[in-house]
């Protein structure tokens, strides 16, 4: 059962890694640089899906758009 959206997805495979913890690093340093208020609350429900799994569970996610 995959725990993020198709949205998500998307989203997470801008920055072509399947490393969790990049993941999360990536998003962040980019979040001062975006400017709507949609894909500003769309990242931060990222991450905090992010920061509550585990790298395994992440790992078993499949991340293509």
Do not use: H
């Not at 920055?15 to 969790?20: A, D, G, I, L």
């Not at 980019?30 to 899906?49: A, F, G, N, T």
């Amino acid at each position: 059962m995959n725990k993020f959206t198709v949205e998500e997805i998307n989203f997470m495979c801008v920055f072509e890694t399947q490393n969790r913890m990049k993941m999360m690093e990536k998003i962040r340093r980019i979040m001062p640089y975006i400017k709507d208020s949609d894909m500003e609350d769309l990242s931060r429900q990222v991450l905090r899906k992010l920061d509550g799994m585990t790298d395994k569970e992440f790992a078993e996610n499949s991340l293509e758009a």
